[in-house]
């Protein structure tokens, strides 16, 4: 069935250092959206894109949507503590469903 | 305020005692959604619903039932639930299944 491998699993790095997690589907996706969990919450919705090569910033962040709409990416710049949490990718599939990456999980070094 | 609404936040049960866990949206959506949350293993969806009337499996749906009898309410229930079970569950909804998802807050289920 259709995938969305999301790496890495986990990312330790000093406040102030940027982060980033990729998305890789075996198929073409209709989309892809990006949520955020922080910890003993629940995922939060932060943006979709849909079209070919698209590129999204918010602030600190910036999404990509690759070409072949089969790979996304999340940048983070200048990490903050404010940024820790868990980072999923979710591809919409050809069901009309998501399929869910497994997660980023930015922790901050002390 | 827009916001999907799950009941109980925590909940611990005994083997085999049936419990509901109901989800409610005041957004008119009418895709919800079930997912379970386990350390390491991301989420993983139980049931869907497209609509009223129309609920359809997952990839975990064994253990878990759900109806759909109004667009806003979307119960799921353990009929006999065991410790695998112990985990925390989401309910999510959306305008359309691939459309953005509202998170409800979650309900950390344990059974002993």
């Not at chain 1, 990006?34 to 962040?61: A, C, D, M, N, T």
Request: charged share 20%; hydrophobic share 30%; net charge positive.
């Amino acid at each position: 069935g259709q995938q969305v491998m999301q790496i890495p699993q986990y990312q330790h790095v000093q406040e102030g250092e940027d982060f980033t997690t990729y998305c890789n589907s075996s198929t073409t996706l209709s989309n892809i959206q990006w949520y955020k969990q922080r910890p003993g919450g629940h995922p939060v919705f932060l943006i979709q894109l849909v079209k070919s090569g698209e590129v999204k910033k918010q602030k600190r962040l910036t999404f990509q949507f690759g070409e072949a709409k089969k790979n996304s990416s999340l940048h983070i710049t200048a990490t903050q503590t404010t940024d820790v949490g868990t980072y999923f990718c979710a591809g919409g599939g050809s069901n009309y469903q998501l399929i869910w990456g497994a997660g980023t999980k930015l922790i901050i070094k002390p | 305020e827009a916001q999907v609404t799950q009941n109980p936040r925590y909940l611990i049960t005994v083997t085999g005692k049936k419990l509901t866990v109901t989800c409610s949206q005041n957004m008119n959506h009418e895709y919800m959604s079930w997912y379970r949350q386990d350390p390491g293993l991301g989420l993983r969806q139980i049931y869907y619903s497209m609509n009223v009337e129309v609920t359809d499996k997952g990839d975990v749906p064994e253990g878990y039932k759900v109806s759909r009898k109004e667009k806003r309410n979307f119960p799921l229930i353990l009929e006999s639930p065991s410790p695998n079970q112990t985990s925390l569950y989401f309910c999510a909804s959306s305008m359309e299944g691939t459309y953005g998802y509202t998170f409800g807050s979650g309900t950390r289920l344990t059974v002993v």
